[in-house]
Structures are given as C-alpha cells and as structure tokens.
C-alpha cells in the first residue's frame, strides 16, 4: 500500500534561517501529495498540495515540488518566522492519504 | 464556504463507559467524512471513513464504531471504552483525493 516517510523531529531554528524537512512516498500509481500543519492543541491545516509530477504548491512562503524521479515532495521555507513553530504532516495516496508521523518544527528568535 | 463542527473538545471518561464524539460539516453535500486518531509522538491513524449515509469502511479493528446517520453527520462511538482508546481523535471531510482534507479542531479523550 501507499506510505510516506518524513524526517523525524524536532526541528530547531533560528528566525529567518532556511527550512527543509525531507519526505519521501511509495505508491502505486500517481498520488497527490500534501504538507499539513498543526499547531498545539489544533487540528490539522491543509497547507500546500500538489496533483501531478513537477507541480509546485505553494503558501504562506512554504513550498514543495513533487519530484516523481526521486518520489519526493520536500518541504521548503527560505526564511522561518516564531510562528512557524508547529508540527508538519506529509501526506499522499491516491484514494486516501497516508500520513507521515509528522516534524516538529521549533524557531528560536 | 464550508465549515466542520467536532465536539467535545476534551473529555475525561472512566474506563467502561460508552462514548459519543460527533462531526458535522456545513456547507458542501455528499462530503467524504473521516476519523482520525492521534496518538502523542505518532501520526494519525485512520480509523473509520464515509463515502455516504450508511456507508462505514473500517480500517483497524477495535472497540470503536462509526455512523452516519445523515449526509453531513459523522460519529464515532463506544459501548466501552479501553485505557488505550486514550488519544486526540480528529473529524474530516473531503469532496475529493486530489482536494485535500479540512479537518475539524478534534477532540481530546483521556480515559481513566
């Protein structure tokens, strides 16, 4: 079946360094694949999203480009802010989606 | 624009008795519906989805059940709750894969 496999956590930054957490898929034919966030005690966000190969989703700065080749969606901020601190969820099926076990995010000022 | 109503959003239960936790969504028809459970450190495992009124696929076995006794109602029950049914359970809705999910605030249970 469908999995997805995502660097485990904490994440610690410093505000406005660079942010890539790694996620990596396996399926059977073409998943569309997401980045969730959760702040505490929340549910989840949809935060970006991307349906077919080489698509790009972005939002908020958060980016992620489905790469069939290396079956990757990577999560990606040039500059992390305070408020980014949450735990991110990749996810990817093609009926429904698997989560991965989520990242800690955490951002120093 | 749609919306998804989950509560309670805590509860503290003894070990026995019954549960009820319910999910409404506002403002879509025929939604596809979801129950989640999050356990700490761990992703969400799914527990129960909907595709339509009366129509439950469960994927792990266990002592919870699912119903959907309206098109935009989702609930999720108990007839006797276990120490590790313990966990933040979280409704959501999609009107497709390709879409995404909204989930709802979710809900956290804490059985004693």
């Known amino acids: 079946g469908d999995s997805v496999t995502q660097m485990e956590g904490p994440v610690t930054l410093s505000e406005e360094a660079f942010l890539t957490i790694n996620c990596t898929y396996t399926?059977?034919?073409?998943?569309?694949l997401f980045w969730y966030v959760q702040y505490p005690g929340e549910g989840l966000q949809l935060l970006l999203k991307?349906?077919?190969?080489?698509d790009k989703g972005s939002n908020k700065g958060f980016e992620a480009t489905y790469r069939k080749e290396t079956t990757s969606f990577h999560l990606e901020k040039g500059s992390v802010q305070v408020s980014d601190s949450a735990v991110y969820f990749c996810a990817g099926g093609s009926y429904i989606p698997t989560f991965g076990r989520g990242t800690s995010l955490i951002v120093h000022p | 624009s749609q919306t998804i109503h989950q509560w309670p959003a805590t509860l503290v239960q003894p070990v026995g008795s019954p549960l009820s936790l319910e999910c409404t969504v506002e403002?879509?028809?025929?939604?596809?519906l979801y129950w989640y459970r999050q356990a700490a450190g761990r992703g969400l495992q799914l527990l129960f989805y909907?595709?339509?009124?009366?129509?439950i696929s469960s994927e792990v076995p266990q002592n919870l059940s699912a119903s959907r006794p309206q098109d935009r109602q989702f609930i999720l029950s108990s007839k006797k709750l276990l120490l590790s049914d313990s966990g933040f359970y979280l409704c959501a809705w999609s009107s497709g894969v390709d879409r995404g999910y909204t989930f709802g605030s979710g809900t956290r249970l804490t059985v004693v």
């Open positions: 399926a059977t034919g073409y998943p569309s």
């Open positions: 403002g879509t028809s025929n939604p596809n």
């Open positions: 991307a349906t077919k190969a080489d």
């Open positions: 909907s595709v339509g009124i009366g129509q």
